[in-house]
C-alpha cells in the first residue's frame, strides 16, 4: 500500500510540474534563467554527469552535496514566504467584491432617478407643443389645397383655351399652352378617382388626338404625296405646327417626317430608274450631284420650318443613301455581267467619297438611338507596313506600336458603308483582277531577274535585297489599304487568300527557283539536292557570283519571313473581329524559313564539299610510315584555304543578317538532321514524285522526309578513322593537324577580318566539343595498349563512348591482330560501367545519345535507304 501510495504522489506530482509550452514560455519570458534546473526539458542524469564527468571529480560530491542542500533551503524559504504572502488574499477580493457591488446598486439607482425625470421632460414638451404641431399640419394642408385649387382652375381654363384654339389654328399658342396643361395634369394623376378630374383629363387627351389629325391634314394639304408640282410651300403655320408635333405623341412627328422625305425623294425615283442611262454605274455622280442640289433647295426653302432638333437635312441624306443602295442593288444583280473591274471602283470611290462628304456635314445623330453625339475621334490610323505614308520620321514609333496589344479600330465615319455595302457582293470582280495582276506581276519578276542576271560579287548588290520582293509588298499595301476601304469582311479573307497564293509563288519561283544547283541535272529543288553524293564524287564548286546569289537570296527570304509577319498583323487589323481567326499566315512563313535554311545548306555543302579532297587524301595517306613529326600536313593547308576564300565572301554578304552567318558557321562544324517544315512536306513528295512515279510510296514515315546536314567535324572524324593503321610518330602529327584545324575553326567567324570579333558562346562549345573528340581519339591511340585492363580504362575515361563499334574502330587505327582484338573487345564490354537504374538516374557513358560517328553512320544508311527508293 506505501509503494502504491508513493506511487500516485509521483504521477500526482509529475503532472503538476508539467506545464504546457506556452505557460513554460510565459515563465520564461517573465523569469529568465540560465539554471539548468529552472528548464523544461530538466534531465537529472545528464545534470549529475556536468556535475562529475570524472571519478576524479566525485572527491569534491560533499561539496556539492551541501551547495545542493542549500540551495533547497533557500528555495523552501521562498515559498514559505510567498505562501505565507497569500494568506489574506481571499478575505481582501471577497471584501472589494462586496464593495463593488454596493457601488454597482447605487449607480443603478440614479440611472433610474434620471430615466424618470427624462420621461416627465418629455411628456411635458409633448404637452407644450401640441398645439403648434395641430397650426402646422393645418396650414400644410391649407397651402396644398389652395395650390390644388389653383392647378384645377388652371388647368380648367386652360383646356378651353386649347380647344378654342385648336379650332382656330392657331398652333403657336397652342404649342406653349398645350405643353402647360400637360405638366399640370401630371399633379392630378393621384386625384383620377374624382369623375370631374378624369373628365378634363379625358378632353385634354381628345385635344391632343384631334391636334395630331389636324397638323397632319395640314401637312398633307401643303405637301402632297399624288402631283408632280407641290401646290404649298413653307408658312408661319407649318413652323408652329411642328412645334406643337414636339409635344404630341411621337408617332404624330415620325409621320411627318416620313411623308415630308418621301414627297422631297419622290423624284428621284424617277428620275433614276432602272430603265434609265444615267442609273448605271458610269453616270453615279448624276444620283450624288441630284441630291447635294435638293440638300441646298430644302436649306433656301424650308431650313427654318422644322425644328434644327430634327435634323431634317440628314435625315434625307440617310433616306437618300438607303434608296441608293437598294436600288444599286438591285440594278448590279440584273447587270452582273457588264461589271467590269474600272467601272466597279470607279463607282466605288465617288460613293465613298460622297459618304466623307457627308461625314464632314452631318454627325450621324439619326443612325443611332442617342442623337447629337459625335463618335469620338479615333487614333491614328495604322499603316499596312512600318513605314508611315507621310514620311519615314515615325518609323520607330511604328516598330513599338507592333509589340503593343492592338485595339480595336473605332469608325471614323458613321456614314462609312451606308451605300458602299451594295458593292460588296460584287468585289469578287477586284479580287480577281488582283489575281491576275499579281500572277503577271510574278512573271515580269521572274524575266526581269533572268534579263538582269543575278546581283554580281564586289557591287552594292551583292547579298542584298532583291528590289522585287520590296515591289511586291509595296502592291500588297496597296491592295490591302483598298480592299480596306471597300469591305472588312469576306472580300478581305479573298483577298488575303490571294496574299497566301503568291507568297509562295515567289518564294518557289523568285527564291528558290533561281538557287544555284548542285548537280547540272538538276531541274530545281531535289531530294539529290539536299543530300550528300556518295563520297568520293565530284560536286562543282560555287562560283563568287554564285555565293553572292545565295546570300541575296537568304537577306531576301529573311525579309520576307519578317514583313509577313508585319502583313498578317495588319491583316487582322483591318479585317473585322469575327473573321481575324482566319488570317493565318504561318505556312508561308514557314515556306520562307525553308528557303533560309535551303540557302544556308547550300553554302555549308559548297565549302564541305570544297574541303572533302582533303579530307579523302588525309585518310589515304601511310600513316604508319611517318618518321617524324613536322609542320602541318598539306591537307589541313588545303581546307584553310577554301576556308580563307569562302567564308569572308559570305561573312560581307551576310553582314545585315549576323545570326544566319552564325547558323552557317554552327551548320558548317556540326552535324545535325533537321525535319522539314510541315508547308514542305508537299513540296518534297512532289519533288521525288518527278524522279520515279513510286518515289517514296513504300513509307510515308516524317522520319524520312528529313534534310540531312552531315557536316565538317564528324567527317574529320570519319576520315580519322579510316587513317589505319597508324604508327606513334604518325599519330602526333595527326594530333598536331587536329589542333591546327581546331584553331582554324574556333577563329572562323572572324577569319579574314580586319575586325575581330569574339565567336559566339554556342559556336565554340560546339567546336571545342567536337574538335576536342578527335584529340581523345588520337590520345587513345597513341597509349601504349598494353597492359589491357589499363588501356580499356584509359579509353573508357577518355572517350566515355559505350558503344563496341567505336572501340573496335580505335583498335583497327593501332593495327592489332584480330585475335587480340577480341580478347580486348571483351574485356571492354566487361569493365562497362553498369547503367544505374530509374528514370531520372542519367548514366555515365553516352549509351543513348548518338556520337558524330554514329550519327554520320546513320546518314549514310538515310541517303541509300532515299536513294534506292527513288531509283
Given at each position: 500500500m506505501m509503494e502504491e501510495d508513493e506511487l500516485e504522489f509521483v504521477e500526482d506530482l509529475d503532472a503538476i510540474l508539467?506545464?504546457?509550452?506556452?505557460?513554460?514560455?510565459?515563465?520564461?519570458?517573465?523569469?529568465?534563467?540560465?539554471?539548468?534546473?529552472?528548464?523544461?526539458?530538466?534531465?537529472?542524469?545528464?545534470?549529475?554527469?556536468?556535475?562529475?564527468?570524472?571519478?576524479?571529480?566525485?572527491?569534491?560530491?560533499?561539496?556539492?552535496?551541501?551547495?545542493?542542500?542549500?540551495?533547497?533551503?533557500?528555495?523552501?524559504?521562498?515559498?514559505?514566504?510567498?505562501?505565507?504572502?497569500?494568506?489574506?488574499?481571499?478575505?481582501?477580493?471577497?471584501?472589494?467584491?462586496?464593495?463593488?457591488?454596493?457601488?454597482?446598486?447605487?449607480?443603478?439607482?440614479?440611472?433610474?432617478?434620471?430615466?424618470?425625470?427624462?420621461?416627465?421632460?418629455?411628456?411635458?414638451?409633448?404637452?407644450?407643443?401640441?398645439?403648434?404641431?395641430?397650426?402646422?399640419?393645418?396650414?400644410?394642408?391649407?397651402?396644398?389645397?389652395?395650390?390644388?385649387?389653383?392647378?384645377?382652375?388652371?388647368?380648367?381654363?386652360?383646356?378651353?383655351?386649347?380647344?378654342?384654339?385648336?379650332?382656330?389654328?392657331q398652333y403657336g399658342e397652342v404649342a406653349n399652352l398645350l405643353q402647360g396643361v400637360v405638366n399640370v395634369l401630371e399633379h392630378f394623376q393621384k386625384y383620377m378617382g374624382i369623375p370631374q378630374i378624369r373628365q378634363l383629363s379625358e378632353r385634354v387627351k381628345a385635344a391632343q388626338s384631334e391636334l395630331g389629325t389636324q397638323i397632319l391634314a395640314d401637312f398633307e394639304e401643303a405637301f402632297p404625296s399624288q402631283g408632280s408640282k407641290r401646290t404649298g410651300g413653307p408658312s408661319i403655320v407649318l413652323r408652329d405646327a411642328c412645334l406643337v408635333a414636339n409635344v404630341l405623341d411621337p408617332r404624330i412627328k415620325q409621320e411627318i417626317i416620313k411623308k415630308f422625305i418621301r414627297q422631297h425623294l419622290s423624284e428621284y425615283l424617277v428620275l433614276f430608274q432602272e430603265n434609265q442611262d444615267v442609273a448605271w454605274l458610269d453616270k453615279i455622280d448624276r444620283r450624288y450631284a441630284w441630291i447635294k442640289r435638293q440638300l441646298v433647295d430644302y436649306e433656301e426653302k424650308y431650313g427654318r420650318m422644322f425644328p434644327e432638333e430634327w435634323c431634317m437635312t440628314e435625315r434625307i441624306a440617310v433616306e437618300f443613301c438607303h434608296i441608293t443602295r437598294t436600288e444599286l442593288a438591285k440594278l448590279m444583280r440584273t447587270r452582273a455581267r457588264e461589271?467590269?473591274?474600272?467601272?466597279?471602283?470607279?463607282?466605288?470611290?465617288?460613293?465613298?467619297?460622297?459618304?466623307?462628304?457627308?461625314?464632314?456635314?452631318?454627325?450621324?445623330?439619326?443612325?443611332?438611338?442617342?442623337?447629337?453625339?459625335?463618335?469620338?475621334?479615333?487614333?491614328?490610323?495604322?499603316?499596312?507596313?512600318?513605314?508611315?505614308?507621310?514620311?519615314?520620321?515615325?518609323?520607330?514609333?511604328?516598330?513599338?506600336?507592333?509589340?503593343?496589344?492592338?485595339?480595336?479600330?473605332?469608325?471614323?465615319?458613321?456614314?462609312?458603308?451606308?451605300?458602299?455595302?451594295?458593292?460588296?457582293?460584287?468585289?469578287?470582280?477586284?479580287?480577281?483582277?488582283?489575281?491576275?495582276?499579281?500572277?503577271?506581276?510574278?512573271?515580269?519578276?521572274?524575266?526581269?531577274?533572268?534579263?538582269?542576271?543575278?546581283?554580281?560579287?564586289?557591287?552594292?548588290?551583292?547579298?542584298?535585297?532583291?528590289?522585287?520582293?520590296?515591289?511586291?509588298?509595296?502592291?500588297?499595301?496597296?491592295?490591302?489599304?483598298?480592299?480596306?476601304?471597300?469591305?472588312?469582311?469576306?472580300?478581305?479573307?479573298?483577298?488575303?487568300?490571294?496574299?497566301?497564293?503568291?507568297?509562295?509563288?515567289?518564294?518557289?519561283?523568285?527564291?528558290?527557283?533561281?538557287?544555284?544547283?548542285?548537280?547540272?541535272?538538276?531541274?530545281?529543288?531535289?531530294?539529290?539536292s539536299l543530300l550528300k553524293e556518295k563520297e568520293g564524287s565530284e560536286v562543282a564548286k560555287f562560283t563568287m557570283d554564285e555565293l553572292c546569289l545565295i546570300c541575296s537570296v537568304l537577306s531576301t527570304a529573311e525579309y520576307c519571313l519578317a514583313t509577313t509577319q508585319q502583313l498578317e498583323e495588319k491583316l487582322k487589323e483591318k479585317v473585322d473581329a469575327s473573321l481575324m481567326e482566319r488570317i493565318n499566315l504561318t505556312g508561308e512563313m514557314d515556306t520562307f524559313s525553308t528557303v533560309i535554311s535551303n540557302s544556308i545548306q547550300l553554302l555549308v555543302q559548297d565549302l564541305d564539299s570544297a574541303c572533302d579532297p582533303a579530307l579523302t587524301a588525309m585518310s589515304k595517306m601511310p600513316w604508319q610510315s611517318v618518321e617524324h613529326v613536322g609542320d602541318q600536313s598539306p591537307y589541313v593547308t588545303s581546307v584553310i584555304m577554301h576556308i580563307k576564300q569562302n567564308v569572308p565572301i559570305i561573312r560581307d554578304n551576310l553582314a545585315a543578317t549576323r545570326k544566319y552567318f552564325t547558323q552557317f558557321c554552327i551548320k558548317f562544324t556540326k552535324s545535325v538532321l533537321e525535319p522539314f517544315p510541315t508547308s514542305f512536306t508537299c513540296r518534297l513528295y512532289r519533288v521525288a514524285f518527278s524522279f520515279h512515279p513510286g518515289a517514296l510510296s513504300v513509307s510515308n514515315s516524317p522520319a524520312v522526309l528529313c534534310c540531312v546536314f552531315s557536316s565538317f567535324i564528324p567527317k574529320f572524324i570519319n576520315h580519322l578513322f579510316r587513317c589505319k593503321p597508324i604508327s606513334m610518330v604518325g599519330a602526333e602529327q595527326l594530333l598536331l593537324d587536329t589542333h591546327s584545324l581546331k584553331t582554324v575553326l574556333l577563329d572562323l567567324p572572324s577569319i579574314g577580318s580586319q575586325v575581330l570579333r569574339k565567336a559566339p558562346a554556342s559556336y565554340t562549345k560546339i567546336v571545342v566539343k567536337g574538335m576536342t573528340r578527335a584529340e581523345m581519339i588520337l590520345k587513345v591511340v597513341m597509349a601504349p595498349h598494353e597492359p589491357l585492363v589499363v588501356f580499356v580504362d584509359n579509353y573508357i575515361k577518355l572517350l566515355a563512348d559505350g558503344n563496341p563499334e567505336t572501340f573496335q574502330k580505335i583498335l583497327d587505327m593501332k593495327g592489332l591482330k584480330r585475335s587480340e582484338q577480341n580478347s580486348m573487345l571483351e574485356l571492354f564490354r566487361q569493365r562497362l560501367p553498369t547503367p544505374p537504374s530509374g528514370p531520372d538516374s542519367a548514366p555515365s557513358l553516352s549509351f543513348s545519345a548518338p556520337t558524330p560517328e554514329q550519327e554520320s553512320s546513320r546518314i549514310r544508311k538515310l541517303e541509300k535507304l532515299i536513294k534506292k527508293r527513288i531509283q
Open positions: 508539467h506545464l504546457s509550452p506556452e505557460v513554460q514560455l510565459a515563465i520564461e519570458q517573465v523569469f529568465p534563467s540560465q539554471d539548468p534546473l529552472d528548464r523544461a526539458d530538466f534531465n537529472a542524469v545528464e545534470y549529475i554527469n556536468t556535475l562529475f564527468p570524472t571519478e576524479q571529480s566525485l572527491a569534491n560530491i560533499d561539496e556539492v552535496v551541501n551547495k545542493i542542500r542549500l540551495k533547497i533551503r533557500r528555495l523552501d524559504d521562498n515559498i514559505r514566504t510567498v505562501v505565507r504572502g497569500q494568506t489574506n488574499v481571499g478575505q481582501d477580493g471577497r471584501q472589494a467584491l462586496e464593495e463593488a457591488q454596493k457601488a454597482i446598486q447605487q449607480l443603478f439607482g440614479k440611472i433610474k432617478d434620471i430615466k424618470d425625470k427624462a420621461e416627465k421632460s418629455e411628456q411635458m414638451v409633448k404637452e407644450i407643443t401640441r398645439d403648434i404641431k395641430q397650426l402646422d399640419h393645418a396650414k400644410r394642408h391649407l397651402t396644398t389645397s389652395i395650390t390644388t385649387l389653383n392647378h384645377l382652375h388652371m388647368l380648367a381654363g386652360g383646356v378651353d383655351s386649347l380647344e378654342a384654339m385648336t379650332r382656330k389654328r461589271i467590269e473591274v474600272k467601272l466597279l471602283l470607279f463607282a466605288i470611290q465617288r460613293t465613298t467619297n460622297f459618304e466623307g462628304l457627308l461625314a464632314k456635314r452631318f454627325t450621324g445623330s439619326t443612325l443611332s438611338d442617342s442623337p447629337g453625339k459625335r463618335p469620338e475621334t479615333p487614333l491614328e490610323p495604322t499603316n499596312p507596313f512600318l513605314e508611315d505614308e507621310s514620311g519615314d520620321d515615325n518609323a520607330s514609333e511604328k516598330d513599338e506600336d507592333l509589340d503593343r496589344p492592338k485595339k480595336p479600330k473605332a469608325p471614323d465615319n458613321p456614314f462609312h458603308g451606308i451605300i458602299s455595302k451594295c458593292f460588296e457582293p460584287h468585289l469578287y470582280v477586284y479580287i480577281e483582277s488582283q489575281d491576275k495582276n499579281l500572277g503577271e506581276l510574278i512573271d515580269r519578276f521572274v524575266a526581269d531577274f533572268r534579263a538582269q542576271g543575278p546581283p554580281k560579287s564586289g557591287t552594292e548588290e551583292g547579298g542584298a535585297v532583291l528590289p522585287s520582293c520590296a515591289d511586291l509588298f509595296v502592291y500588297y499595301k496597296k491592295c490591302m489599304v483598298q480592299c480596306s476601304q471597300l469591305s472588312t469582311g469576306e472580300p478581305m479573307i479573298a483577298l488575303a487568300t490571294i496574299f497566301q497564293k503568291y507568297l509562295r509563288e515567289y518564294a518557289w519561283k523568285i527564291l528558290s527557283g533561281n538557287l544555284p544547283k548542285t548537280s547540272t541535272n538538276s531541274g530545281g529543288l531535289t531530294i539529290t
